[in-house]
């Protein structure tokens, strides 16, 4: 059984433009709601994350919207660039099952120029 | 600190023969874990620890152990490899504490393993 559903599983995007990567999540005990950024041939390395208490967290370019009600969390990459171009992971885990997280299938963002 | 190290970076196993794929992570962290990555499919957690001594399943354990002896080392094992275990496999560590980074997971660069 799938948790947590990731759209789209690829997007390109010129440089400058938004990105927006979308995740559904069917689990209610999930508290914990983390982006990770993957390169080719790298691990996976935390991106930004957000607790179900606000419904926005920002850093950066990245921003994180979350609507608890609909089960549903978004990852937008403002002013894209060439850098960002990589595979981006949404997860979720709930307090008290030792930070298991599960894992979107990933997106892969090209950021064109 | 090194973070979180995997040896070795890349592995082909003939169907049958057995390895262990090495973790270590020097930031005293009390959480360990196991995933696979395919392509497609995410990550899938295979084994975690809570800490020395203490082990546990994720969603695909079969065809696989780990041991945690120490706090830094969280080797897994393949006995009898099979085409269905080439992967790429990536160990990542957790303080595993109360504070609001506790959930954060650090990942090592990953072993590419290939059975043939």
């Known amino acids: 059984q799938q948790q947590v559903k990731q759209s789209p599983q690829s997007l390109i995007v010129q440089k400058g433009g938004i990105s927006i990567i979308n995740c559904a999540y069917e689990n209610t005990a999930f508290d914990y709601f983390p982006w990770y950024q993957q390169f080719p041939g790298k691990g996976p390395a935390l991106l930004i994350a957000?607790?179900?208490?606000?419904s926005e967290k920002k850093e950066g370019r990245f921003t994180i919207s979350f609507n608890k009600s609909a089960k549903q969390f978004s990852l937008h990459i403002m002013d894209s660039q060439p850098g960002d171009s990589a595979t981006y992971f949404c997860a979720a885990s709930s307090t008290g099952t030792a930070s298991k997280l599960t894992f979107g299938t990933g997106t892969r963002l090209q950021v064109t120029l | 600190n090194a973070g979180v190290t995997q040896t070795p970076k890349f592995r082909i196993l003939k169907i049958g023969q057995s390895m262990t794929l090495q973790c270590t992570q020097d930031?005293?962290?009390?959480?360990m874990y196991w995933y696979r990555q395919d392509p497609g499919m995410g990550l899938k957690l295979i084994y975690y620890?809570?800490?020395?001594?203490?082990?546990d399943k994720g969603e695909v354990p079969n065809g696989y152990n780990v041991s945690r002896s120490t706090t830094e080392d969280f080797p897994l094992r393949l006995e009898l490899a099979a085409p269905s275990q080439t992967s790429v496999y990536f160990c990542a560590s957790s303080p595993g504490l109360g504070g609001r980074s506790y959930n954060e997971q650090f990942f090592g660069p990953g072993t590419r393993l290939t059975v043939l």
């Open positions: 930031m005293n962290h009390n959480y």
């Open positions: 620890s809570v800490g020395a001594g203490i082990t």
């Open positions: 957000i607790r179900p208490d606000v």
